[in-house]
């Protein structure tokens, strides 16, 4: 790469990592999440500091409210009966709000839970910066995808102690200082790739675990590893994400000394 091409890498890596933390502290980023409420913790269908009754029907959740609970569904004062899905787009655009709050459905493997990002919750108060290693052109790296004949999933642990399945498609293969490596991936909608990965220095130096979201490969396979991009799980800013941890294989033996590494508080 010539000096001019890093020079633009690295003002691009400047542009990503400022839009990056941008995204982070944002009103409902995942510094505002303060609570993931399991319905099956609740048989009677009150979530405490959640108001209404919810319950599930028919493959559905089902919310109960009065107007005194203070709910809004799709934007307006709510009460009565609603059959709710699970939300898929933007925080900021979930169905059910409360006084600034979201309530947020959702339903891994079947399992419902109403999520509560609250943008005056105290981690997004303390929140002061991403660490993260300036720009490395060392640690761009060209890969290879190679798919699986099949898709598979791994039973993995997940930051909540809950072990859940992770949906596998291939593994991108690269050298570090002339040693092969492989990680794991899942193939997102868009056809760009997913990891999940630990390192020599994951505890020790940054976040026990990151992911990597390289772009798609092209029709060769070819992939670019970019390591600079590394980015903090969403557990690394609310303790209430259920993140998963690196499947088996998935933890470099190197330092990778690059990407995002922990939040700064102040």
């Known amino acids: 790469m010539s000096t001019h091409a890093q020079q633009q890498a690295a003002r691009d890596w400047e542009r990503w990592h400022e839009e990056r933390t941008a995204t982070v502290a944002a009103p409902y980023g995942p510094l505002s999440l303060t609570g993931t409420h399991w319905l099956a913790d609740y ?3 009150r979530i405490p500091a959640v108001p209404g009754r919810w319950r599930e029907e028919g493959g559905a959740l089902v919310l ?3 107007p005194e609970d203070g709910l809004t569904v799709d934007g307006k004062p709510f009460a009565g009966e609603v059959r709710l899905g699970a939300d898929r ?3 900021d655009g979930s169905r059910v709000a409360h006084e600034g709050r979201r309530l947020v ?8 839970a109403v999520r509560v990002f ?3 919750s105290p981690a997004r108060r303390a929140f002061r910066a ?8 060392r640690w761009v790296l060209p890969g290879t995808f ?20 992770l949906g596998l498609a291939g593994e991108i293969a690269f050298e570090v200082d002339g040693a092969g490596h492989t990680l794991q991936v899942a193939v997102e909608p868009d056809g760009s790739l997913w990891a999940v990965f630990a390192d020599a220095t994951s505890g020790n130096g ?16 070819a992939v670019t590893v970019d390591f600079n991009r590394s980015l903090l799980p969403p557990c690394a800013f609310a303790d209430h994400f259920i993140c998963p941890f690196p499947p088996p294989g998935n933890t470099l033996p190197v330092a990778v000394e690059a990407g995002e590494r922990n939040r700064v508080d102040g």
């Open 118 to 120: 609250d943008p005056g």
């Open 43 to 45: 048989p009677e269908g």
């Open 105 to 112: 459905v959702l339903s891994p493997e079947g399992l419902w």
């Open 146 to 165: 190679r798919p699986y004949p099949d898709a598979r999933t791994v039973r993995v642990e997940n930051a909540d102690g809950v072990e859940r399945g």
């Open 64 to 66: 109960d409210a009065v």
């Open 89 to 91: 787009g933007p925080i």
């Open 130 to 137: 991403i660490d993260a290693t300036p720009y490395d052109p």
């Open 206 to 221: 940054s976040y026990r675990f990151r992911f990597l979201r390289p772009a798609a490969p092209d029709a060769e396979g």
